[in-house]
């Protein structure tokens, strides 16, 4: 049991670094105003490895780094504490639904298991974004981009659109290599 939970932690904590380097790589890549995420990819293999609440904490900790990046300032500006929750809520969001997803179809096949969760991972993330966007920024989007009554089109279009395609797609593009890694991970933690 103590070299399955030593395992554990030195693993969440490669991917936790992992997700920070490649969070802060990411802000260099753009679609749109925004960069990319390019951490889901971790994420659901740190979910899928270690289990839906392993998912959450990678997720948090992408939160963690978005909220402390320069794109961030746009809506750290109009209110700090809503920016801080939308973040942190669906970067942990989209790694625990990831996990769970996972864990529901990892029996039946794993590869389908992986997809799904490949597909939950931006899709929570960028859902939970736009329903942040609703709820409170969508004054300050119209107001800067001079939009008025315009704001759902353009968060959907603009600040979601072609981010969260690029993600959906890298993720189920590399879902055949991360089952790859699960099966190899699997069997050394078997060990």
């Keep these: 049991m103590k070299k399955i939970q030593t395992k554990t932690i030195a693993g969440l904590a490669l991917f936790t670094a992992i997700v920070i380097v490649l969070q802060l790589l990411g802000q260099f890549i753009r679609f749109g105003p925004f960069s990319i995420s390019l951490v889901l990819v971790p994420i659901v293999v740190g979910a899928a490895m270690y289990g839906p609440w392993a998912g959450a904490w990678l ?65 929570v993330n960028s859902g939970i974004f736009f329903l942040g966007c609703l709820a409170v920024f969508m004054p300050l989007i119209e107001e800067t981009f001079g939009i008025p009554g315009e704001g759902v089109k353009f968060v959907i279009l603009s600040m979601i659109g072609a981010n969260f395609l690029f993600e959906l797609l890298f993720n189920m593009l590399l879902s055949p290599v991360i089952v790859r890694i699960l099966n190899i991970g699997k069997k050394n933690l078997a060990d």
């Design 59 to 123: 997720g948090f900790v992408f939160g963690l780094v978005v909220v402390l990046q320069p794109d961030t300032s746009f809506f750290m500006n109009y209110s700090p504490a809503a920016t801080i929750i939308v973040c942190l809520l669906k970067g942990a969001a989209a790694g625990l639904c990831a996990g769970a997803a996972y864990r529901l179809f990892e029996k039946k096949n794993r590869y389908v298991a992986v997809v799904i969760a490949a597909v939950v991972c931006p899709v």
